[in-house]
C-alpha cells in the first residue's frame, strides 16, 4: 500500500506543477487576455521593463525604476514607492493590431523581486504581484526569466 500511495504521488506532483518559469495570472484575466509567448527583459539605466509578449499585443509591460536601492536581490520592492515624485512601479497594457493603444494600470499595492541584479547580458528571473486600482481591486501577478537586453 506504501509503494502505491509513494508511486501515485511521484506521479501526480509533476501534472500539477508549471515547468514554464514565466506566468501571468490574476483576476485581470476576466476583463484581458493575458495569453502570452515569451518575456523580453530591457534594462535602460536603472529602469528594468519585463515585457510579456503576445501575438497581437503585449498583454502585460511592468517597468520598475531601481535606483537607489543598495540591494535588489531577494528585496520586496514596494511598487507604489515614490521615487523622484514617481511610483518606483507602472503596469500597462499595449493593444496590437492596426491601432496600438497603450492602458496603464493604476497600482494600489504590489510588489516585484529580484533574484539576480539585473545585467544586460545576462538571466534576469523573479516574479511580482499587484493589486490594481484601475480596473478597481483586480489583481496581476506574474513570473519572469529571460536574457536581459539593451535598449
Do not use: H
Amino acid at each position: 500500500m506504501t509503494r502505491w500511495l509513494l508511486a501515485l504521488t511521484l506521479l501526480v506532483i509533476p501534472l500539477g506543477c508549471s515547468s514554464s518559469s514565466n506566468t501571468l495570472t490574476g483576476s485581470l484575466s476576466t476583463v484581458y487576455d493575458l495569453s502570452f509567448n515569451s518575456v523580453v527583459i530591457v534594462l535602460e539605466g536603472s529602469n528594468v521593463q519585463i515585457m510579456y509578449v503576445g501575438d497581437s499585443g503585449d498583454p502585460a509591460v511592468l517597468v520598475v525604476n531601481t535606483a537607489n536601492i543598495a540591494d535588489v536581490v531577494g528585496t520586496e520592492i514596494d511598487l507604489t514607492q515614490l521615487e523622484a515624485g514617481q511610483a518606483r512601479g507602472v503596469l500597462q497594457m499595449v493593444g496590437g493590431g492596426t491601432a496600438m493603444t497603450t492602458q496603464q494600470f493604476g497600482i494600489n499595492n504590489g510588489f516585484v523581486t529580484f533574484n539576480s541584479v539585473p545585467k544586460v547580458g545576462q538571466v534576469l528571473s523573479g516574479s511580482f504581484a499587484a493589486t490594481l486600482t484601475n480596473p478597481m481591486g483586480l489583481t496581476l501577478d506574474g513570473t519572469f526569466s529571460a536574457k536581459v537586453n539593451a535598449p
